[in-house]
């Protein structure tokens, strides 16, 4: 059973940065998506970053340019790096598994919040 366990996060103010951590335990044999969706209250869940087992990534729009993801396949942990926040990136932000072929694994949710 693979489990995430996600750590980061907090209050900061706008202009500033966090990190975001997420640890896969559990055994991952196939390739593998690694990301991070965020949920704003009142609205829908959506993708902020995501990297492959490969190394290519993908962001939200909305992050381009400010986020950068990466990823430890040794660990089976990937990372979000947060610059130059913004209120609107306030949200809980939940770490992604998905196992090409397999199952997808969600993380218990991190909240952040940006605010002066």
């Known amino acids: 059973q693979v489990q995430l366990v996600q750590s980061g996060g907090g209050l900061v103010q706008p202009g500033g940065s966090l990190r975001l951590s997420c640890a896969a335990s559990g055994s991952i044999f196939s390739g593998y998506v690694m990301g991070w969706y965020r949920q704003a209250p009142g609205k829908q869940r959506e993708l902020v970053a995501g990297i492959t087992s490969s190394g290519i990534t993908n962001y939200g729009r909305s992050v381009k340019g400010r986020f950068t993801i990466s990823s430890d396949n040794a660990k089976n942990s990937v990372y979000l790096q947060m610059t130059n926040l913004k209120v609107e990136d306030t949200a809980v932000y939940y770490c992604?598994?998905?196992?090409?072929?397999?199952?997808?694994?969600w993380g218990q949710g991190t909240q952040v919040t940006v605010s002066s």
């Open positions: 992604l598994l998905e196992v090409i072929g397999g199952n997808d694994y």
